[in-house]
């Protein structure tokens, strides 16, 4: 039985956390993401759950204490925005390396500089190489949902992989919206237990952890990596279905919306998408086949399934809000462009920038895009495929 409320993203988690009561929680607090440990404190002091929280002195630090709780075979999670991230940099890829399936909750928001606080995927997509499963919410009640099915996907025997619960700051992060949130009980069942095979204080299999791999090992343990992220791919898709049976809610790689006939489709991540659903609807009643494909999924990349769901289309925008400073888009347009390329797809393609430090993205302006993309489908020689969207001139 759902339980209605309205909460924000940030409140959503420390509910969410809540339900899963992990063992180990260190933390330190960057804007947007310090509300997830002041609410995870609370519940502490509160008696509603027996995390073990552990105040550090800076991020690096709190990834440092949360890979060594996990390597020792407790449930972690700690939390971090932007700067906050990249200062993790290091750890990183020693948590991923390590096989260690500890949980991170991001509230996505622009690195420096120039200095800002807004909602920007810069910070999550700067580490999207480091090993670690990255799942995006559009609302708050994904925000949930997601944070539930996290550890399930991360613990799974043939994954044991970190992973990065993502959602937009400020605008899901701090904005109210209405949520169905589960019972506690049948929550806990879900999660369940965290009961790792390996690990440091088990007292009958002594183990190093993170030692030095030189080249005649090292590179079959990225191999091993490489196997686990591929493998997330079909336990992402057991969880959601699980999850789906207990709560109604359905989760994939990604969304599609009004995509059965869609000609011209935008593909995005995040809250922006609710912003786009608006201008599908309206663009529908004018009878253009306009559609919507929401990427949930990043890392494991379902590259080969977008591919398919784009069959269908003449044109496609991909939405990046972030920027890689090659000249030639963002990091979710070439990745998605390279998929189309290798499914032999022959819509023509655009790689917008949007939304980058918070700025707003409208529904007029999504409808331009439509309108371009239209534009596009019989004069192709106006496709620049790299532009942003929203400058002031």
Not at 238 to 250: H, P
Not at 320 to 342: K, W
Request: negative net charge; contains cysteine.
């Amino acid at each position: 039985m759902s339980i209605k409320d309205r909460m924000s993203g940030n409140e959503a988690l420390g509910v969410a956390i809540r339900q899963i009561n992990p063992d180990v929680m260190p933390a330190f607090p960057i804007t947007p993401s310090t509300e997830v440990p002041q609410f995870v404190s609370t519940m502490i002091a509160n008696g509603q759950i027996d995390t073990e929280f552990i105040p550090v002195e800076s991020e690096h630090s709190a990834m440092s204490a949360a890979m060594g709780s996990e390597a020792a075979g407790a449930r972690t999670i700690t939390a971090t925005s932007s700067c906050g991230l990249a200062l993790m940099w290091e750890v990183l890829y020693v948590a991923a390396s390590s096989r260690l399936p500890l949980a991170m909750c991001v509230v996505n928001r622009g690195l420096t500089g120039p200095l800002n606080i807004n909602a920007e995927h810069s910070d999550s997509m700067g580490a999207r190489d480091s090993g670690w499963l990255q799942i995006y919410a559009e609302n708050n009640q994904e925000v949930y949902d997601n944070m539930l099915q996290a550890y399930r996907i991360a613990e799974h025997k043939d994954v044991r992989l970190p992973i990065m619960i993502c959602q937009d700051g400020f605008i899901t992060s701090h904005a109210v919206q209405d949520i169905e949130l589960n019972e506690d009980e049948p929550m806990r069942k879900f999660v369940g237990k965290y009961e790792p095979e390996h690990y440091l204080l088990k007292k009958d299999e002594p183990m190093a952890m993170g030692p030095y791999a030189n080249s005649p090992f090292c590179m079959e343990a990225k191999r091993a990596q490489a196997e686990g992220m591929a493998q997330a791919k079909r336990v992402i898709l057991e969880v959601a279905k699980e999850y789906e049976a207990i709560t109604g809610r359905s989760y994939g790689f990604f969304e599609e919306y009004n995509m059965k006939d869609a000609e011209v489709v935008l593909v995005c991540m995040g809250s922006a998408c609710g912003t786009i659903k608006d201008a599908v609807d309206e663009l529908r009643e004018q009878g253009i086949k306009a559609g919507l494909i929401k990427v949930r999924v990043f890392r494991p990349f379902p590259g080969e399934e977008l591919a398919k769901a784009l069959e269908g289309a003449k044109a496609v925008a991909i939405m990046d809000r972030a920027e890689s400073y090659s000249t030639n888009g963002g990091p979710l347009g070439s990745e998605l462009m390279a998929a189309m390329y290798r499914n032999k797809n022959t819509a023509e393609a655009v790689n917008l920038m949007y939304g980058l430090s918070g700025r707003d993205l409208t529904v007029s302006q999504v409808k331009d895009i439509y309108g371009d993309l239209v534009e596009m489908i019989t004069k192709p020689e106006k496709n620049r495929a790299y532009r942003y969207i929203g400058l002031r001139e």
